[in-house]
């Protein structure tokens, strides 16, 4: 036993010791974080959009079996504080987008183009160039001054459109029963209807119909409005399916001339001055972004006086992350928001489809003791339905994108029957004991009682009538009214202006703009909830991806270098299993292998 305890130990302690060497080495490269992003005179800003863009800016290295990359996402308010700090900046003289796919939601395309719209106000340029641009990516570069297409190059213009998959079938197939309970009358709740039906209802097709058809003539008033070719023939050239030959993109006004890469850098070259070989000035919007950022700095956070707390993803009971709502997170974020004395007014960014009707409940009322002691505005990303409506609904105003999809109060619930699955199928039969008659209710290996059936049907009814009455007193309109528009319908993010369900169109900035307002604050200073705090790795990588693409600073150590990527990946994986070791609170003592092959 001594002999285990004296290898445990000295294991132990050099797993310390290199985690300290780690740590060193990443201290000694960034002594104060990453180095400092310089802006070259004569600057041109390159939006490519490959990123995934999101709420909050956070990075994720992730190895992707040659080379590390950063799978996290930038966030919407750091690309439109970007966008409006260049548009004043003189070292930037001009954006270039670059673009094929957008990585982002309609409602969070448009609050980026209409930053761009912004932007052009300056009188600044913008020019556009793809070898493919898909229709969200010819929407955002429609605006540009220039926009060119490879000689050979696609522009996908056909219309919009949505497609549903059904597994009524699937399970017959199975023996799986799925015992659905909606609303009595939520005849538009669409999400169970793959599972009791082989195509759509009438009633989704005709929400859906309405939702596609008011993106796409939100579409195309806009780029009609940007290129000069009336709605008729934009709509006609999509039906004729025109833009198949990239000359035709020409010919139709959708672009304005056929280029190749080099010559859209000699054209970029000549707004800005640079002859012969000389490089362009070229920043990327993910490194300004980083560089409007810190010179925004606040040092003195008693100075904030607006929060905004970012509510993303499905919700749920517990604990949340950038990706998921958590009840206790996100409700603790608006505590701390309610609490600080400094926070005069709080912005809700909702971009969530919904989820637990119970979590819902636990937020909704957070921002109802926050409303009683301080403004709180919603804004709306791309989608704000069901239980992200629900959450929404108790706030002084609520702002949203044309293009958000919102509303779908109503509630389901679902619950399978495999008993014919795992009898049939695998041969598994079920008996059981209950000390009551409805112990067992929600089994899956049993179908519901009519009884246990008209139960939970009572009960959804309740929290659908729940529901529809805290929309009816934070609206101000009545639960007659609500019901009317509810029943789990879908609405755009115009369509719910005119119902009242949203008050203002508009994106996140407008929201903190009215908050600011409602709260009387001059010039706002805004807290994001919850804090971003980056590990040392990812600071790490940071550092040396600021100084690869500096230019003027060599990186010590190329991440794309077989030899580092070895190292790196080792070191990683040893941090992972200190963290996994650290994690493990009932088995301190492991019997494991000394190291991962």
């Not at 302690?13 to 004569?42: E, H, M, Q, Y």
């Not at 429609?142 to 190059?153: F, Q, R």
């Not at 833009?243 to 070259?269: Q, R």
Request: overall charge neutral.
């Amino acid at each position: 036993m001594k002999q285990f305890f004296k290898y445990f130990l000295a294991s132990f302690l050099a797993g310390i010791a290199i985690w300290g060497i780690i740590i060193l080495i990443i201290s000694a490269l960034t002594p104060d974080g990453p180095p400092p992003i310089r802006v070259k005179n004569n600057s041109i800003l390159h939006i490519d959009m490959e990123k995934a863009i999101g709420e909050l800016t956070y990075s994720k290295p992730e190895f992707n079996g040659e080379s590390f990359t950063d799978a996290g996402k930038i966030g919407i308010r750091g690309i439109t504080q970007a966008l409006k700090y260049a548009a004043a900046d003189e070292k930037i003289k001009g954006v270039y987008l670059d673009i094929s796919i957008l990585n982002s939601g309609m409602a969070t395309s448009e609050e980026i183009r209409n930053s761009l719209l912004n932007f052009k106000k300056s009188g600044k340029f913008i020019v556009a160039y793809s070898e493919i641009y898909s229709k969200g990516a010819y929407y955002m570069a429609s605006l540009a001054d220039e926009i060119y297409l490879y000689p050979t190059g696609m522009l996908e213009w056909n219309g919009l459109g949505s497609e549903r998959m059904f597994f009524k079938n699937t399970l017959a197939k199975l023996d799986v029963d799925m015992q659905i309970i909606r609303g009595s009358n939520n005849k538009f709740k669409s999400a169970v209807e793959p599972y009791f039906l082989e195509k759509m209802s009438e009633s989704n097709r005709l929400q859906t119909e309405r939702f596609v058809n008011s993106f796409w003539d939100h579409m195309v008033g806009n780029v009609s409005e940007q290129i000069g070719v009336s709605t008729d023939q934009l709509n006609l050239v999509a039906d004729s399916m025109l833009l198949t030959n990239a000359n035709n993109t020409v010919n139709e006004k959708f672009i304005t001339a056929l280029k190749y890469e080099d010559e859209v850098v000699d054209i970029l070259k000549s707004k800005v001055g640079v002859e012969g070989d000389k490089k362009l000035n070229m920043i990327s919007l993910e490194k300004y972004t980083k560089y409007v950022a810190r010179k925004n700095k606040i040092k003195n956070l008693n100075k904030q006086n607006i929060a905004v707390v970012y509510a993303t993803g499905e919700i749920r009971s517990g604990e949340g992350n950038f990706e998921m709502i958590g009840s206790e997170t996100t409700a603790k974020l608006i505590r701390k928001a309610r609490k600080n004395d400094s926070i005069k007014a709080l912005v809700l960014r909702v971009n969530s489809p919904g989820g637990s009707a119970l979590a819902s409940d636990v937020i909704w009322r957070e921002i109802q003791l926050t409303k009683k002691v301080k403004p709180v505005v919603v804004s709306m990303g791309d989608v704000a339905a069901s239980g992200g409506y629900y959450i929404a609904c108790a706030a002084d105003r609520i702002f949203a994108q044309p293009n958000t999809i919102t509303g779908s109060i109503g509630v389901f619930g679902m619950v399978p029957n495999m008993e014919g699955f795992f009898n049939n199928k695998l041969g598994v039969t079920f008996d059981r004991v209950q000390t009551n008659e409805h112990a067992n209710i929600m089994s899956v290996s049993k179908a519901l009682t009519d009884e246990e059936y008209s139960l939970i049907q009572k009960e959804v009814d309740n929290i659908y009538d729940d529901f529809i009455t805290k929309v009816s007193e934070g609206r101000g309109i009545s639960k007659k009214m609500v019901d009317s528009i509810g029943q789990g319908r879908v609405w755009t993010g115009l369509d719910a202006k005119d119902i009242k369900l949203v008050d203002e169109i508009g994106g996140l900035n407008d929201a903190i703009a009215y908050a600011a307002k409602l709260a009387n604050i001059e010039n706002p200073i805004v807290m994001d909830l919850p804090k971003v705090k980056k590990d040392p790795f990812a600071e790490f990588m940071e550092a040396l991806a600021d100084q690869n693409e500096d230019g003027e600073e060599e990186a010590k150590i190329s991440l794309n270098s077989p030899q580092n990527n070895k190292i790196v990946t080792y070191l990683m994986n040893y941090v992972d299993e200190l963290n996994h070791i650290a994690n493990t609170k009932s088995d301190r003592i492991q019997a494991r292998m000394p190291y991962a092959i």
